[in-house]
């Protein structure tokens, strides 16, 4: 095994629409050859995740987790009062998702596992081997067809048991836990996973778990969210602390391969003049808990803001830290903020504006002038030019590691007068994504090392509190006969990804 499984936190970038895909179909054959930033071995991918793809949610002795008791529990806090018992069947349905991806001509697939289905009941139960065999048969067939299995150990879904025994995140219990089903995902899965990646965007999760509350296990207080117990001003930091330490457990336990950390991450343009740099360092360390991992530390402006709130690394866990390969990072991007400083200046409440969340307010707009187009998601602007900033960003501080996009997409929310035609014909998707690919392709020429990118998602899915109802799929599903029918977009990836890489081996 020669890859580390990558952990990356995934950030959100602005940007402006832009139309380098005209260049490119409007450009002749060779000049394309030429200019395309892609090395023949790029991944083109498409992401999904267990809980949001799976569904058979009690099949073959797959165990309970926090997302099915709580979509079972509180149906009211998803805007569709759905669940992902069913989500879209992908796992009596993976052949034909398969078919869909080599239609698409993509060479990469990133999944994630269900911890419950492998361990119903961590390490306090036995393995479940139908789990064992369903990822591979998953891998297997990927392979089969030249598509990479990019695997993520964990996606937000965890056994319910880990819960109700320790709190999960809050004890370092669940480092032992993650340890444990890392090392049996390595050992069943690892002679032909190349590519891992350890938990996806524990950046954010933590901020809606623990800060805001409005993800399992519901924790927080207030101002952040109103929940029946929790600590916003320093659950997070504890819960962050041991996904980073989970983290660490997970790459030693690899240590024959390549391991990655995952997050997410915004685009940032300062909004103040003064101390820019810093301020937006600030934010940015605030969010992306990379630094731990690559320099044994918590950044000094996070260890300034939080005080006693931040968690302290041992001697032995620095050291251990420390000694961390990444081998690449992984980056969720969606969109881009302004960002006010709100330590050195008086700032309106808002998300950002508190200690815990770094004393920088996150705006989408400076004065009049939009950060970019909303679309259909409050969180999602567009703003291509963020994403090149925040790859450049990455690269300048984390000496040019190699990067992949592990997700990029767009989400159409679906209103009761939304026609299936309109759902199909997803004209903005396509502007959106042709306007992120550009920027990262000006981001490579800028000398970013980035070696993949994953559009999320292969089909429309169980987008969590959103349920059924924001779609982020290439493939539009029918949510009564599971039916997949490409968008427009999925032809628009099929070309993009002829014209860069495909050509490239004729
Ligand atoms: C990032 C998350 O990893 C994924 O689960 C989610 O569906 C997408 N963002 C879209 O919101």
Redesign the pocket.
């Given at each position: 095994m020669n890859n580390l499984p990558i952990f990356v936190f995934?950030i959100i970038l602005q940007s402006l629409i832009l139309s380098s895909s005209c260049l490119y179909q409007n450009s002749s054959h060779n000049i394309l050859q030429d200019s395309s930033p892609f090395p023949s071995d790029f991944l083109f991918g498409t992401?999904s995740?267990a809980y949001?793809y799976e569904g058979a949610f009690l099949t073959e002795g797959k165990g309970l987790n926090n997302w099915d008791i709580f979509t079972h529990e509180n149906p009211g806090k998803i805007r569709d009062e759905n669940n992902g018992d069913m989500a879209v069947d992908q796992y009596h349905r993976f052949k034909e998702d398969i078919q869909l991806m080599t239609s698409l001509g993509v060479n990469g697939y990133r999944f994630s596992i269900s911890w419950s289905r492998v361990l119903p009941r961590g390490r306090f139960g036995g393995i479940n081997y139908s789990g064992i065999k369903y990822y591979n048969r998953l891998i297997d067939a990927l392979i089969s067809r030249g598509i990479k299995p990019f695997v993520t150990l964990n996606?937000?879904d965890y056994p319910q048991e880990l819960e109700n025994r320790f709190q999960s995140w809050l004890s370092p219990e669940m480092q032992n836990d993650f340890g444990y089903l890392a090392d049996i995902c390595f050992k069943h899965f690892g002679d032909r996973v190349k590519h891992w990646t350890t938990l996806?965007?524990p950046n954010?999760?933590i901020i809606l778990t623990h800060l805001k509350g409005t993800f399992p296990p519901s924790r927080c207080s207030l101002p952040y969210g109103n929940c029946s117990q929790g600590n916003s001003e320093r659950e997070p930091f504890i819960a962050a602390h041991n996904t980073i330490l989970a983290h660490a457990k997970a790459v030693h336990i690899y240590r024959r391969g390549s391991l990655a950390l995952w997050c997410?991450h915004h685009g940032l343009n300062p909004l103040a003049i003064p101390s820019q740099i810093e301020k937006l360092q600030r934010e940015l360390n605030l969010f992306i808990p990379i630094d731990p991992i690559i320099y044994g530390k918590y950044p000094k402006e996070m260890v300034n803001v939080l005080g006693s709130a931040l968690p302290r690394f041992s001697r032995k866990e620095m050291e251990n830290l420390k000694q961390l390969r990444l081998d690449f990072i992984g980056i969720?991007h969606?969109t881009s903020y302004f960002i006010q400083d709100c330590l050195f200046s008086t700032c309106n409440a808002g998300d950002g504006a508190s200690k815990a969340q770094g004393f920088a307010l996150k705006l989408d707009r400076k004065g009049n002038v939009s950060i970019g187009e909303l679309t259909d998601?409050n969180w999602?602007h567009i703003h291509p030019e963020g994403f090149r900033k925040t790859l450049n960003y990455l690269k300048n501080r984390y000496h040019n590691i190699p990067m992949f996009i592990?997700?990029n997409?767009f989400?159409d929310l679906q209103k009761p007068e939304t026609t299936l035609t309109e759902l199909l014909n997803d004209t903005k998707r396509i502007q959106y994504m042709s306007g992120y690919l550009d920027a990262l392709q000006s981001a490579m020429r800028d000398g970013a090392n980035v070696k993949g990118y994953f559009a999320?998602?292969l089909l429309d899915?169980?987008?969590?509190l959103?349920g059924y109802k924001?779609r982020?799929g290439l493939f539009h599903v029918d949510y009564t006969s599971l039916k997949r029918t490409p968008k427009l977009s999925a032809s628009w990836y099929k070309n993009y990804i002829g014209e860069h890489i495909r050509r490239k081996y004729y």
């Open positions: 995934i992401a995740s949001q996606h937000l996806n965007e954010q999760q997410k969720n969606y998601v999602q592990t997700e997409g989400g999320w998602s899915n169980f987008e969590w959103y924001l982020f």
